[in-house]
């Protein structure tokens, strides 16, 4: 039981590269995939549902800040209702928002592969933690990101069990 807790919390802070450790603590195959899987399942929710709430209070924030800005006799409107609206929805400041390299990359395969091209290729491009916080950071909807996610980590996660187990046997390790 504690090597699959071992596994588990691995898979929680690595997300896919836990598997080969699930099997050095001599874990069979399919328990330390179902055990690395569940750890990162509970760290992509995690990592989701904290970003879209931070996502959120930073839109209320600069909806907060830009509506201040405008004046009431303004010609976007009395209580500055465009301000507040230009700024949660697609304005060239949303184009601004992640404007870093990961940034960047993220958005490319995005626009690129869509919500399920983002969700296979991010674990691998991002890791298991940022393709989860640059997908819920990118205004991706928290379910359909968390389906694509899982299906991108399930689809790595056996990949590099089979690599794992090869290189294993190769070695003699295990």
Same mark, same amino acid.
């Given at each position: ?25 001599? @874990?069979? !195959?399919?328990? &330390?995939?179902? /055990?690395? #899987?569940? $750890?990162? =399942? ?5 990592? +989701? ?38 700024? @949660?929805? !697609?304005?060239? &400041?949303?184009? /601004?928002? #992640?404007? $870093?390299? =990961? ?5 490319? +395969? ?38 694509? @996610?899982?299906?991108?980590? &399930? ?7 089979? =690599? ?5 046997? +190769?070695?003699?390790?295990?």
């Amino acid at each position: 039981m504690g090597r699959f807790v071992w596994t588990l919390l691995a898979g929680f802070a690595l997300g896919t590269p836990a598997v080969p450790i699930g099997l050095s603590l001599s @874990l069979p !195959g399919p328990v &330390a995939l179902f /055990a690395v #899987l569940l $750890g990162a =399942a509970c760290c992509v929710v995690f990592a +989701v549902f904290a970003m879209e709430r931070v996502r959120l209070h930073w839109q209320s924030w600069r909806a907060r800040r830009n509506s201040a800005a405008v004046p009431a006799g303004s010609a976007k409107g009395a209580d500055g209702a465009f301000a507040v609206g230009a700024a @949660l929805g !697609g304005t060239p &400041a949303d184009d /601004a928002r #992640l404007s $870093g390299r =990961a940034g960047r990359r993220a958005r490319r +395969v995005l626009d690129r592969y869509g919500v399920v091209g983002f969700g296979i290729a991010g674990p691998a491009l991002f890791g298991t933690w940022g393709s989860a916080l640059l997908g819920a950071a990118l205004g991706i909807p928290r379910w359909r990101l968390i389906r694509a @996610l899982m299906t991108g980590i &399930a689809l790595w996660c056996t990949v590099l069990l089979f =690599a794992s187990d090869a290189a294993f046997a +190769v070695f003699g390790i295990g």
